[in-house]
């Protein structure tokens, strides 16, 4: 099918946006974006900035809140494409110091 671009301007936006299927590229427009729960990306899709610099994602994590900003597993033919996005915020905590996967992705 024919694949959507749709500009979003909210937490609720875009994670709306991120479990539309038909919605390919999404457009974030300038703004801090705190976020109560990681975002899951299951799927291709491009996540870019309308300005580049001007998005902050945050997952606003903390010891008693862990959480990462993004939890991306597209698929192993999935591709997810970040584009001009600040992501911050994230924290969690691994049984295995040696291999702590990052706070803001996985």
């Known amino acids: 099918g024919r694949q ?3 500009t979003v301007n909210s937490v609720a936006g875009l994670t709306s946006a991120l479990s539309n299927s038909s919605v390919s590229h999404i457009l974030v427009e300038a703004g801090h974006y ?5 975002l899951s990306v299951t799927r ?4 870019e900035a309308v300005v580049a610099g001007t998005v902050v994602l945050d997952a606003q994590a903390n010891n008693a809140n862990r959480r990462r900003v993004l939890n991306i597993n597209p698929g192993s033919d999935g591709e997810v494409h970040l584009v001009g996005l600040n992501i911050t915020g994230g ?3 691994s049984a295995c110091i040696l291999n702590v996967p990052g706070a803001g992705l996985q």
């Open 4 to 6: 959507l671009q749709t």
């Open 34 to 38: 705190g976020l109560s729960a990681e």
């Open 44 to 47: 291709s899709v491009t996540i």
């Open 91 to 93: 924290f969690v905590v």
